[in-house]
């Protein structure tokens, strides 16, 4: 028997072996890694009965490598990703709760300001920009849009109580 037969039947072996203790994708890289360390070192080792006590040796100092590699990476008692719940992604109740008596108390105070304030905001809230707005409003100075603009939100400020929260 050549070589290479000895190795084929040997890496059956050894794959049998590794897969009783580690899963077997592992089981199929620390035989692969064992038959390249065969390979590489031990060349001149050709006896079957050499051999197969060389490489289960190899094996047991690769699969302790192994574990004390996924015991430094905290990888040993890991949970799978799959088996974890998901996060909520929604906030918590309070905090909705929060939010939600802000916007009423907002548009509270908004129907209470006058048409020219509602008008400014909704055109802010679209994007225009100050000059558009002073052409939307059809004045000449647009110093009297910065300046309505600054008396709506106060007005808006002492409306929802002072306080923008």
Request: glycine letters at 4%.
């Amino acid at each position: 028997m050549n070589r290479d037969e000895v190795l084929g039947i040997l890496r059956e072996r050894i794959l049998a072996f590794a897969t009783l203790r580690v899963s077997r994708a592992q089981a199929e890289d620390l035989t692969q890694e064992v038959l390249v360390v065969l390979h590489e070192k031990y060349l001149k080792v050709a006896d079957l009965t050499e051999l197969v006590p060389l490489a289960f040796q190899i094996l047991r100092f690769k699969m302790l490598d192994a574990h004390r590699k996924s015991l430094r990476r905290g990888e040993y008692n890991q949970e799978s990703v799959d088996d974890l719940p998901l996060a909520d992604p929604g906030d918590d109740p309070a905090t909705q709760l929060d939010q939600k008596q802000r916007v009423d108390r907002l548009l509270a105070a908004m129907a209470q300001l006058g048409e020219r304030c509602r008008e400014l905001f909704k055109w802010k809230l679209e994007g225009k920009s100050f000059p558009e707005i002073q052409k939307l409003m059809g004045q000449n100075s647009i110093n009297t849009i910065y300046t309505w603009d600054l008396r709506c939100r106060k007005q808006l400020l002492s409306l929802m109580g002072g306080s923008w929260e």
